[in-house]
């Protein structure tokens, strides 16, 4: 109740001190348009309708940053208009900043927290400011070497863009950002940025460096091959370099770098210098080429890559022991008896080294292979040598036992095998053992083609047989197959294992013929009055026979065929052999009037400046054939039945070469050859026609495409290209062969999706077939094209923020589309809102997003739910009954609806909660939603009816003694407890003390109640008669004894031989027998 009492009070005071402004707008005092760099300017921020204006500050951001605020003394309390100002001198880090003001209603602690807020929309401006050229791109001083161009840049930062110029002297000015300078480029350059704000002038002075006239390298005091392990010394020669203390010398052994020096000489001037490397080489040098190169590092400002000379290679000879290769000669070679093996001593040194074996004494065999057999000496050695030293191998060898025979053949057929059959192969193993560790390999020629594996476990020799079924082409007549047995004993056994390898089967295989095609074409020509010979080849097994049919009855038997204009239109030539026969269809085509000449290539297509060939061939008889040609001109001869046209740099642009020929009685013809000279644009580029700056959406716009310098125009194709889509594309007529401008204009109409495309045309030489492939093209730089279009929110749907989420974050807006960008807008129920104040709880409800531009403007309604963490109303105590399902009263709010948990002592307690009456205690609630979560502790105090509690209900008791009887009665609240004897209230408290009388037996009662309920618990009493007492009797009777044990011992004390007398001081004396002492 206490937290409502504030709040209203809050509210109270908001309504009565504070009025949020209607409006906050900044804007420019005097200046529209852009700014100028370090000149001074005056914002304002307008603040309408606000009260009390002595609570007011109005902050000033740049962008985030928070750069000045002002506050206000007037201590009127009624709404007025405010208006603050801000002074700010704009730098280029500025161009494109936004500005903003805030008015800030400050109330103090009573007032609203956090205090309300209405934000400007942003100020955008833009800086103009003079070019500055980048230094760091253009250095002061540039380095050139003599015949070594180099590209400088100049780069500079200004707004408006700026134009770059070179000064190279007096009326020598060159536009552009790059320069490229040589050895006789002026000393003195300057590069000139300039715009409509100012100039930005950087001077480069050109330096001209020398290069070394050259680099060679050697060796010192020694020639000849280097012996492995040994250390020689390599010296590089630097002839007429400066300046040397920018010199590096490097070392490169092939093309690793292994070392390098440098030198810290001041002199400028060109000397020579000497640079050695100590090598010690190894075998895997011999035959490496070392180098030194002389590179001069100049800096920065120096040629970029900085220069280099490199010397020769230097090629080295590296002499070294031999060292027998052990993979290739095992220690130990087991041989079968019967067989003979082969083994090789192979040893790698330089020189070459010189093999021999040494069976035994004075017995040595001078070669690299040596025939071992089952009668060879069980100890060999290898030995491998050279004039720098020499190496031996050990050889063990052992007899093993091998297959008696392996032999292949074939399963029941004999002869020849037809092509595409299928045919089996056995091969047979005789007497051979563990059957176990034997592999049948089948080989085709040297490749493997299958193998066959044995399970037996037998040990003793067997024979076995393994079959291989194929099926044999044409590519197989010839090949040889066989088998191979091998005897696999693992690693303990011979390495490699040992082979027995049967003879090789060849197979002969028939086959059906196959003419070949490209020596019978299937279209002959033939000159009226000539000749021409055909050839018939086939393909076949057995050889075929060769027939050609002309018709009806009429078959010529040969390979050749000569064919005149009498010809028969269609022939056939038939291939035959015992497999089949293949058909060849020959169509015979008779020419007239046509020269008997044939060109190849028949047209031709040459690049400007380029090299042609094109033969002229004739199958007839002749008096003499050449080429007329205004280049390449080839005379008459008639000697030859070909004759070439051949031109290496071809420049006439309407040439039209002709081959003519004399046939033997005949008259002279010619052929002509079409030659197409092409040459490809000096540029293409692409422009827009008359407008400049953005296009606007839904207008029209045409490019232009400058082709410039191209032949033949009539084999152009200008394609435009958006993106990389074929849009459009424009062909010519003209008929005009040398080089020509060509123009070509596509309208365009863009819409949003194509801002920032990219467009260009691309010029192509379609030549034909005959021409390159693919055919040349030439693409223009792309062009750009920026398109303003009114805003669109592709995206409008509600949103959940959580409260204190500013509308700014709305996360759609990233879906508002608009160029130029668009302004952003807020509004509810007509209400303009600044997008930067956060939401509060009751903020949910429908809003209206306005994205503006320029060009226009859209609206969309979003209907905005504001959530909010839980929040949890609840008591610190709580009583409830026993025996009750229990759900907590607390005032769970939260959106989205928070989920409930009760807990006591860490232990999640399932809702409602059953209550027994010791489940007192300290509780906790956990309300949780998607934003968060929050606890409240509180008390829980069960009430439950008294409960009497008692060890012993009857009691037995003797008369006159007492007896207490005890109540324990628990309950909660604590009940009031009373003692009742005969129905009649005795006593209150929880404990009754009884004396025991004849009257006191009976049942007690004690009774517990409280305001939740009453109980009841009975005692019974019981009194027992009062015992005799023998106590005194008792006490007499050990009195009697005690007397007559007395006398008893006085008289028996009489009896002895003196006498005593008894004083009253208890002191003892002996008496004579009748006197005195």
Known sequence: MLLLQQLIGLLLINLAYGETPDSVSISTVNHTGPMIEG???????????????QNLTVKWYKGETLVNQTTFTDTIKTPVDKTATLMIRPDRSDDGVQYRCEAELNLGEEGPQPPPKVTSDPLSITVHYKP?????????????????PVVLVCKAEGNPE??????????????????????????????????????DTRHVKVSVKETPDSVSISTVNHIGPMIEGNQYELQCDVLNVAPVQNLTVKWYKGETLVDQTTFTDTIKTP?????????????????VQYRCEAELNLGEEGPQPPPKVTSKPLSITVHYKPIIIETKLPSTVSVFRGYTVVIVCKAEGNPEPTISWNLGTNNTVYNETLTITDSTPEDLSCIANNSVGNTTRHVKVSVKETPDSVSISTVNPTGPMIEGNQYELQCDVLNVAPVQNLTVKWYKGETLVDQTTFTDTIKTPVDKTATLMIRPDRSDDGVQYRCEAELNLGAEGPQPPPKVISDPLSITVHYKPIINETKLPSTVSVFRGYTVVIVCKAEGNPEPTISWNLGTNNTVYSETLTITDSTPEDLSCIANNSVGTDIRHVKVSVKDGDCPVELNPQRVVVRYGGS???NCSTNVPHDGMGWEASEGLVPMSSSVNLITWRVSNLTEWDTEP??????????QCASYLPVTIYKTPDSVSISTVNPIGPMIEGNQYELQCDVLNVAPVQNLTVKWYKGETLVNQTTFTDTIKTPVDKTATLMIRPDRSDDGVQYRCEAELNLGAEGP????????DSLSITVHYKPQINLCEGWSPKNGTPLVSYPNLNYIKGNPRPNISW?????????????????????????????GHFTCSINILVEYPPKLNCSERYEVKEQTDWQPPCLADGLPKPDIVLYKNGKNLKLPFYLKWNDSGLYHLNATNKHGSVISYFTLNILYAPMIHASQDKFSVEEDSSITLECNSTGNPEPDVWWSFNNKNISTGRRYIVRATSTSAGVYTCSAKSNVGHKDKNFVVEIKGKPPNYIPYVVVALLVVLIILLCLYLWKRKKTSGSYDIQPEYEMFLLSNGGTS
Request: net charge negative.
């Open 39 to 53: 000149n001074q300017y005056e914002l304002q921020c307008d603040v309408l309708n606000v009260a009390p204006v």
């Open 132 to 148: 500055i050229i980048n230094e760091t791109k253009l250095p002061s001083t540039v380095s050139v070497f003599r015949k070594h």
């Open 162 to 199: 700026p134009t770059i110029s070179w000064n190279l002297g007096t009326n020598n000015t060159v536009y552009s950002e790059t320069l490229t300078i040589t050895d006789s480029t002026p000393e003195d350059l300057s590069c000139i940025a300039n715009n409509s704000v100012g100039t």
């Open 271 to 287: 000397v020579n210098e000497t640079v050695t490397l100590m090598i010690r080489p190894d075998r895997s040098d011999d035959g």
């Open 612 to 614: 042609v060939a094109v």
């Open 658 to 667: 002709f081959c003519f020929i004399n046939p033997k009685g005949g008259k």
């Open 773 to 780: 492939q693919p055919s040349p093209k030439d693409t223009s």
């Open 827 to 855: 509004r509810r129920k007509s209400s303009l809102l600044s997008a930067s104040v956060p939401l509060n709880t009751n903020d949910s409800g429908k809003y209206e997003l306005t994205a503006s531009n320029e060009l």
